[in-house]
Every structure is written in structure tokens, then in C-alpha cells.
């Protein structure tokens, strides 16, 4: 299986990335998309990319540092994307919960992002918090300019921007969150989306799932939220680990599986 979010380049991986990488591959992690969080980031996540063959990097700036990205550009983004281990946009989008940049900073970044991914053709992958509807519409106005594939990731939000992300043709990934005791709307989400739209990811090193939870995520952690979520659909694991597994590369055109030819 995939796991189609992880933040490998920063300090809580520094020490032993190499066993983390070891123990994901054991436990049948077929492959990682790095994420890059801050633009000037971006050569630290691919490098990670390029030197392991089971991994693909993003190119973007969360939106919480999206006050120190007031410069970054459409161009900008596009040119980076031309390295050959880039397969998304973002993570980007709006985070209204933690405020640590003003909304009006978080939406001009967002379109920046849009703009790119309507360029490259590359899937745009959101974080949104507290700002479910202000998403959508941006999403909705951008895909009528200029279709572009996306991405909902680690969702944790309601049923309508799920439902017209899912209209516009994308996706929704779930996470760790998704096993906690609490999370009982996450799950009405997983329930609702359909089997091909659903990808799976740790977002590690944060969100570690039942039984890990507290403790530092990692990739191979993914196989207890696919677990969790393959008895929550009714579904043999094994089945949705294919599921999941071919939603991937649906999505992610440009990416291959480790030994394919390009």
C-alpha cells in the first residue's frame, strides 16, 4: 500500500530515517509521497525523493507559514515541479483553527497553488481546517476556469466540502485520526466516500494511530489505519490495500511504482 503523506525531512526523522524507511518497507509500504511544507524546503524533500526509489515529493507551503510566502509565485511553483520526483502541488489550502497567518495571507497563497496545479496538471493537495466552505468555493471557482485533480488529505472535515471536492472528481485521504475513540465524524466521512475515491496516508510524524497513539508516527503505522478502515467499509484488507493502492496512481498520473519503467 501507499502512503500518500509523510513529512520525512525534518527533525523528528534526522536521527534514524534509514530504520523508519526499513520498517515501512517490512511492513508492506510499497511507497511514500514526502511532503513539503515551506517552499525553501522544497531541496531537502526532493532529495529524499531521489535517493529512495519507493518515494515521490510534492512542492508547496502549508498554509500556516503562508505570511513568510507573500513573494512565492505561480512560476515559482511550476519550475520546481519540473523535477522529475515532483507528483502534487501543496500541501496548501486554509487553516482557520491555529491562525498563525491571517486568512487574507492563507488565500492569496492558496490560489497560487491552484494556479500552479491547473498549469502542471498535477493534483493539488489540500489542508483545510475551520474553513470548509471558503475551500470549496475556491476549489469550485478555480476547477470552472481550469480543471485540475485534488486531493482533501488527512480529512477531518464535514460532509458537504467532502461531497463537492468528491464532485469535482477528487479525492479524500484519512488518516491515523480515524481510529481515535473520538473521531466518530471522521468515520461518517470514511463510510460515505466511495471505495475509488479514498486514499490512506500517516501524515507521520504527527497522528499515530490506535495503537500508537502519543508515540511518534511512522509509515509502517499505515497498515493499522488501513486495518481500521477496511473493517469500517466492510471491505477484506487486502482488497482495500489494492483499492487504495491503484486510487494512488489514478491520481498521481505522473508517479510510478518502484522498478516500472518510465
Known amino acids: ?94 487553516d482557520q483553527y491555529y491562525g498563525h497567518s491571517s486568512i487574507e495571507d492563507q488565500v492569496r497563497l492558496f490560489s497560487t497553488h491552484l494556479r500552479a496545479a491547473q498549469t502542471t496538471g498535477l493534483p ?29 488529505h488527512c480529512y477531518t472535515g464535514r460532509a458537504e466540502l467532502a461531497a463537492r471536492a468528491l464532485a469535482l472528481g477528487g479525492y479524500v485521504s484519512f488518516s491515523g485520526i480515524a481510529t481515535f475513540k473520538n473521531a466518530h465524524d471522521v468515520r461518517a466521512i470514511a463510510e460515505m466516500v466511495p471505495l475509488d475515491r479514498i486514499l490512506i496516508e500517516t501524515d507521520c510524524p504527527y497522528l499515530a494511530p490506535v495503537p500508537f497513539r502519543g508515540r511518534r508516527c511512522e509509515p509502517a503505522h499505515l497498515v493499522h489505519t488501513a486495518q481500521f478502515l477496511a473493517r469500517l467499509k466492510g471491505v477484506e484488507p487486502e482488497l482495500f490495500a489494492q483499492a487504495t493502492t491503484a486510487n494512488f496512481f489514478r491520481l498521481f498520473a505522473r508517479a510510478k511504482p518502484a522498478g516500472a519503467s518510465s
Open 124 to 152: 493539488v493537495i489540500v489542508h483545510t481546517r475551520e474553513a470548509d466552505q471558503l475551500t470549496a468555493d475556491m476549489l469550485e471557482a478555480a476547477f470552472a476556469e481550469k480543471p485540475f485533480p485534488i486531493l482533501l
Open 1 to 94: 500500500m501507499i502512503d500518500s503523506h509523510v513529512n520525512l525531512h525534518g527533525e523528528a526523522f534526522a536521527a534514524d530515517l534509514p530504520e523508519v524507511l526499513a520498517r515501512s518497507r517490512a511492513a508492506g509500504i510499497s511507497g511514500c509521497l514526502a511532503i513539503c511544507d515551506r517552499f525553501e524546503n522544497f531541496p531537502l524533500v526532493a532529495a529524499i525523493a531521489h535517493r529512495e526509489p519507493d518515494i515521490w515529493a510534492s512542492v508547496g507551503a502549508h498554509p500556516h507559514y503562508a505570511k513568510d510566502h507573500q513573494g512565492l509565485t505561480t512560476a515559482d511553483l511550476v519550475n520546481a515541479a519540473r523535477n522529475d520526483k515532483v507528483i502534487g502541488i501543496g500541501e496548501t489550502g486554509l
